[in-house]
């Protein structure tokens, strides 16, 4: 299993939009850090100095990785089946601290988490992630 992401450096996400994230996610993006992961690394977009607002996790290489990676950002037991975009499985939820949205199709996983109790905020975002990359397509 990778180890989870952790910020490393400040960036500009590759696949995500800053103007994009403030406005789905209803937070202003007072700055951006990436991990080291690689080819797709995460994204870390902060509410305030020290605050993460959303984070999306990208993996891409093991399908059983990939499916492992959704299970425990969203576990069945505890959410709701997630089937979009088409041809994507994973799982949502609300949490303590806000919701994920967590899917995976073939080889590949996206995981967003966001401070914010709507479930359709990360959707949105992981769709338009899943998009951009062209994962899956």
């Excluded at 992401?5 to 800053?18: F, H, N, S």
Aim: charged content about 20%; some cysteine; aromatic content about 8%.
């Amino acid at each position: 299993m990778p180890a989870k992401p952790e910020p490393a450096k400040d960036g500009t996400c590759p696949y995500l939009d800053t103007k994009f994230v403030a406005e789905a996610n209803g937070q202003l993006v007072r700055k951006t850090m990436l991990s080291t992961d690689q080819p797709h690394p995460a994204c870390f977009f902060y509410a305030n100095a020290t605050e993460i607002q959303l984070t999306v996790r990208v993996y891409v290489g093991d399908k059983k990785i990939a499916k492992t990676l959704v299970d425990e950002a969203a576990p069945v037991d505890q959410s709701n089946e997630a089937t979009v975009p088409a041809g994507w499985k994973g799982s949502y939820m609300a949490t303590a601290n806000g919701a994920v949205y967590a899917v995976a199709k073939d080889g590949a996983a996206v995981v967003v988490t966001t401070n914010q109790k709507q479930t359709i905020k990360a959707r949105r975002i992981a769709e338009t992630a899943i998009g951009n990359l062209k994962l899956g397509y």
